[in-house]
């Protein structure tokens, strides 16, 4: 049974840094891009950042652009995201999903079949 467990989130205030981790088990990593969505309350679930399985390609919505950093290590099945500059809007439960290959979209949910449990993140001001 495939699982994705996110860790890292927590309670900061506004300009700290976070580091989030999602490890995968029972998943062929290589065969998958990792991405990062967020969803704060009354809010749909929404694209954060996207690494292809070679770590070639990387994508991230407009907000985070020159914050925030996906990386992999595909030896340690695990995907991370760097959060820097952190601003109250951030705050949200960040899920770390898993994209077959044969998708060409990364930022649609529809296209990640695996999902892990969330992580909090709250940024204060």
């Known amino acids: 049974q495939v699982q994705l467990v996110e860790s890292g989130g927590g309670l900061v205030q506004a300009g700290d840094s976070l580091r989030l981790s999602c490890a995968a088990s029972e998943l062929l990593f290589s065969s998958y891009g990792m991405g990062w969505f967020r969803q704060a309350p009354g809010k749909e679930r929404e694209f954060v950042a996207f690494i292809s399985w070679s770590a070639g390609s990387t994508f991230y919505t407009d907000s985070v652009k020159g914050r925030f950093t996906i990386s992999r290590d595909n030896a340690k099945n695990t995907v991370y995201l760097q959060m820097n500059s952190l601003k109250p809007e951030d705050s949200a439960v960040y899920y770390c999903?898993?994209?077959?290959?044969?998708?060409?979209?990364?930022?649609?949910?529809?296209?990640?079949?695996?999902w892990g449990q969330g992580t909090q993140v709250t940024v204060s001001s």
């Open positions: 999903g898993a994209r077959p290959n044969y998708y060409r979209s990364y930022d649609d949910v529809r296209v990640y079949p695996y």
